[in-house]
């Protein structure tokens, strides 16, 4: 599980932003753990940008909420306001995970 940890020195406020990449190697299902995990608080806008590979992702480790594969309209999803802080992943390639805190 990745875990959001702010990547510079906190000395001009709050980060809320986040970028992971990870390498999708779960191919039957999707594992325990959840693959991301953002500590934000409230709102945020998320894209997952899969530019390499065939990739499903989950908000509850148990649904496929979403198909991604690369070279399709599907490679790159663009979600306005989400609240889910976990995702899992299963299948095989490359997943980008972009999030910026949209809250008051």
Not at 85 to 90: M, Q
């Amino acid at each position: 599980m990745v875990e959001y940890e702010p990547l510079g020195p906190q000395d001009k406020g709050k980060d809320f932003n986040f970028y992971q990449e990870v390498t999708v190697a779960a191919v039957a299902a999707f594992t325990e753990e959840p693959d991301f995990f953002m500590a934000m608080r409230g709102p945020r806008r998320m894209i997952f940008v899969c530019p390499s590979g065939d990739v499903e992702y989950s908000f509850n480790g148990n649904t496929v909420h979403g198909h991604m594969v690369s070279g399709e309209p599907s490679e790159k999803l663009d979600f306005d306001v989400r609240m889910e802080d976990k995702i899992w992943l299963r299948g095989t390639g490359v997943l980008q995970v972009h999030a910026w805190h949209i809250g008051v």
